[in-house]
Structures are given as structure tokens and as C-alpha cells.
């Protein structure tokens, strides 16, 4: 195996180190590598071998997760680009964000309806396709990796908002 252990999930895949990528090669490039890598392909070699190619498997799991979500993937590249999220101890964002929040907040409590759910939702799915927008030219246009990692925070709360909608709406459904 000629895979380089501190090579970049990036290198790893053969892929440009930017946010914007193409689902299909990155798909085509991971089948690629577990071909490459199963440890199956090692069972003739011995135990180190299969082991060796064990780590790789999980290495190249783990790689092909961050690049296919997007959230991971523009975390991982604020932090390679010196501008770590540090979501759990920074928690900074514009004002207008945080009227937005409590605005979604609000609207969440009063709900009672399936629709009025179902059209918070649409608004935070909007939201989500904003900022992810947002970060694509923060980080491939701008390269501005510290107010991208500032919208990749928001971009976390928006999906956790759209989750706790989401189970409000499979609570009604019950």
C-alpha cells in the first residue's frame, strides 16, 4: 500500500482542498480505496499486513465521512487553514443571528400545528442552503477560513434546530 498515514483526507482522495467538491468522485475515489485497502485483499500476507490494511479501512472511512457531510468538510478545512470552530467553547455570532435563533425559538414554542412546523422547517432548510452558500465563497472565493468557521457555527445550530423541528413534527405524527 502506498498510502501516506499525514496525507490530507484531500490528498487521500485525490481531491482539490476546497469546500465545492463532486459527489460522484469522491464516491468513485472511495470505492477506489477500499478495493485498495480491504483487508481481505492482505489475507495471504499475514496478521501486520491485514492490520496494516485495517487502519488504512478505517482511515479512509473516516476521510470519505468528513468530505461527503458538509459541515464536516468546511470544519476541517477552517481548521487546516489555521481557523479552528472550536464550536464547543466559541460560541461569538452576529447579533442578527442571535435574533434570528430566538426568533426560531419562539416560533418553535407556539407551533401546534403540522404546517406551521412544516414552514419553520422550509425556512431553516433555506437558512442551511444560505450559509452553506456562504461558506463555499468564504473559503474557495475569499479564502477567509476564520469568518467562514464563524458560519459554520451557525450553520451547527441550524441543523440542530431543524432536527428538534423535525422530531416536533414525529411527535405530532404519532
Known amino acids: 500500500m502506498a498510502l501516506n498515514l499525514q496525507a490530507s483526507d484531500f490528498e487521500l482522495f485525490g481531491l482539490p482542498e476546497q469546500f465545492a467538491l463532486d459527489p460522484r468522485a469522491l464516491d468513485a475515489q472511495w470505492k477506489a480505496l477500499q478495493r485498495e485497502t ?10 501486520v499486513a491485514q492490520r496494516l490494511a485495517m487502519q488504512w479501512s478505517v482511515r479512509v472511512n ?7 457531510n458538509p459541515t464536516q468538510r468546511a470544519a ?23 435574533v ?16 406551521e412546523l412544516e414552514a419553520l422547517l422550509d425556512r431553516t ?4 442552503r444560505d450559509t452553506l452558500t456562504r461558506i463555499a465563497s468564504l473559503l474557495d472565493e475569499q479564502s477567509d477560513a ?10 451547527m445550530f441550524v441543523e440542530r434546530f431543524a ?7 414525529d411527535q405530532l405524527g404519532q
Open 62 to 68: 473516516e476521510a470519505y465521512q468528513r468530505l461527503k
Open 76 to 98: 476541517y478545512l477552517c481548521e487546516r487553514r489555521g481557523a479552528p470552530v472550536n464550536a464547543e467553547r466559541n460560541t461569538a455570532m452576529p447579533p442578527a443571528f442571535l
Open 125 to 128: 432548510r433555506g437558512a442551511r
Open 146 to 155: 476564520a469568518a467562514a468557521a464563524t458560519q459554520v457555527r451557525a450553520l
Open 38 to 47: 480491504h483487508p481481505d485483499k492482505f489475507a495471504a500476507q499475514g496478521a
Open 100 to 115: 434570528q435563533q430566538m426568533e426560531w425559538r419562539e416560533e418553535l414554542e407556539e407551533s401546534t400545528g403540522e404546517n
Open 163 to 169: 432536527a428538534e423541528v423535525e422530531q416536533r413534527l
